[in-house]
Each structure stands twice: as structure tokens, then as C-alpha cells.
């Protein structure tokens, strides 16, 4: 004699992003997977609608094929409707909570939709190539090169260098600058909004987020290779995208 026992697992919402309701079918038809190849569906409330797929777990790790599966159907999302990315790892408990979400940030997200929805985000970054960027300036700069030749000579005292090091910290925030505005010049008519992101690495000069009207990719394109043409080889240009405009969303949502 063999018995059966029922275990209730509780089920969660992996989320992915906001939509309007209105949108709420044609995102259902297209039969999109998640996370776990869990299908992707619509909740809705009122105006608002968020894109979820159920989840047993309360926290996922970044694993490349969850941040794979995460950044493929938002950026799908973006292609299409108008939206809110949401960062990877955002679950709630229950309907209840998905529920609480939306109302609870109704207006900060019709407000965010408003704004960036329709839209994409595109990045473009500026870089120097020459391998070693202080020798660089040094040697189209003749206050800097003179410097260095002291230093070489064991001549410089040390407010000397303190000085050499503020010179060229100087002229490559100069340098930044300068090149810097040609890309927001060029691009601004064709953009929504833009964003000057910190450098990383001395060799950067730029990192530009933009966000645009997703049916002006190909303007937008046209710009950055129009701007790409005022810089010699001393620089390379890259820009990637179209991705979800995560740079132009600032949410902090009430959850509890």
C-alpha cells in the first residue's frame, strides 16, 4: 500500500520589468522565456502592468545564464513596448506583493515610463591608444616633457614632481572635456537625453550614455561616425546598443 503526500511549494515573481497594461496581450503573445525557461507573463493593475515568470526561489544568484535569460527579454521589451527595466534579481514573494508594488509606486513609475518609454539606450566610449597615456601627453606637451627631462636628471625636487603630476592632471581633465563636448554637440540633436559617465581607466577619455528614440537608431549611428571623423588615430570610438535604458531609470521602489 503506497501514500501520496501533497508538498505546496510557494511561488514567486521574478521581474523584469513595468509596462502599461494596455500592452499586456501583445507582450503575452510573443511567448517569451525566462529565467529557467519559465514563461514570461503579464501582471496588470489598473494602468500599470509588470512582466514577471514564476519563480520557486527568494534570491538567485548572477550566474552568466540567469543574467543571459534576464538581459534577453528585457532588451526584447525595449525593442517593442514602452518600459521600465528592472536590475537583475528583483523577486516577490506573491501576487499580494506584485500588488503592493504597483500601487504603491504608481506614480514615480507612470512618471518613468512617461519619460523614457519608446525609448533605448545607447552608449559610446572614447579612448586614447597610445599604450602608456602620461608619455603620451608628455610628449605633446613641452611644460610637461621639460619636467620629465629634470626628473630624469635627478634634478627635480619633490614639489617639483607634486607640481609635473598637477600639470597633467590638468590638461588630461582638459583633454576630456574637449573631446567630450564634440560627442555631446554632435549627438544631442538626435538624443533624448545624455549622460557623462565617470571614467574607469586613465586610457579613457569617455563614456557616453544616450538615450534615444528607438526608431532613430540609424541617425543616431550616422552622428557618432560624423563625430568619429573630427579625431585622428590617436583615439579609438566604440558605441553599443540598442539596450534597455537602464542608465535613465532611477527607481526606488517601496516593496514592504
Known amino acids: 500500500m503506497s501514500s501520496q503526500i501533497e508538498v505546496e511549494v510557494a511561488i514567486g515573481f521574478y521581474v523584469y520589468s513595468f509596462l502599461r497594461s494596455k500592452d499586456k496581450d501583445a507582450v503575452q503573445a510573443a511567448k517569451l522565456k ?48 514602452s518600459m521600465l527595466p528592472v536590475s537583475f534579481g528583483l523577486i516577490a514573494d506573491n501576487l499580494d506583493q506584485v500588488y503592493y508594488i504597483l500601487d504603491n509606486n504608481r506614480d514615480i513609475l507612470n512618471e518613468q515610463i512617461e519619460r523614457v518609454g519608446g525609448n533605448v ?18 610628449d605633446r606637451h613641452p611644460q610637461l616633457r621639460e619636467a620629465r627631462e629634470l626628473i630624469v636628471e635627478g634634478k627635480a625636487s619633490r614639489d617639483d614632481q607634486i607640481e609635473m603630476g598637477r600639470i597633467f592632471e590638468k590638461l588630461l581633465n582638459a583633454e576630456r572635456e574637449a573631446n567630450t563636448q564634440v560627442f555631446l554637440d554632435a549627438l544631442a540633436p538626435f538624443s533624448k537625453e545624455l549622460e557623462v559617465q565617470p571614467t574607469r581607466e586613465e586610457s579613457d577619455v569617455m ?21 568619429a571623423e573630427m579625431f585622428s588615430d590617436d583615439f579609438a570610438i566604440t558605441f553599443n546598443g540598442p539596450w534597455p535604458p537602464y542608465s535613465f531609470v532611477k527607481l526606488a521602489l517601496s516593496m514592504e
Not at 121 to 138: C, D, G, H, I, R
Not at 207 to 227: G, H, K, P, Q, T
Open 121 to 138: 539606450e545607447m552608449t559610446v566610449s572614447l579612448k586614447w591608444t597610445a599604450p602608456n597615456v602620461p608619455q603620451y601627453f608628455v
Open 207 to 227: 563614456r557616453l550614455a544616450c538615450l534615444i528614440d528607438r526608431n532613430m537608431e540609424s541617425e543616431f549611428s550616422a552622428a557618432v561616425y560624423r563625430a
Open 34 to 81: 525566462g529565467l529557467e525557461e519559465a514563461d514570461v507573463t503579464v501582471i496588470e493593475r489598473g494602468d500599470l502592468a509588470v512582466a514577471v515568470s514564476p519563480i520557486v526561489a527568494r534570491k538567485i544568484r548572477p550566474q552568466r545564464k540567469y543574467l543571459a535569460a534576464h538581459q534577453e527579454i528585457v532588451t526584447h521589451l525595449a525593442k517593442h513596448w
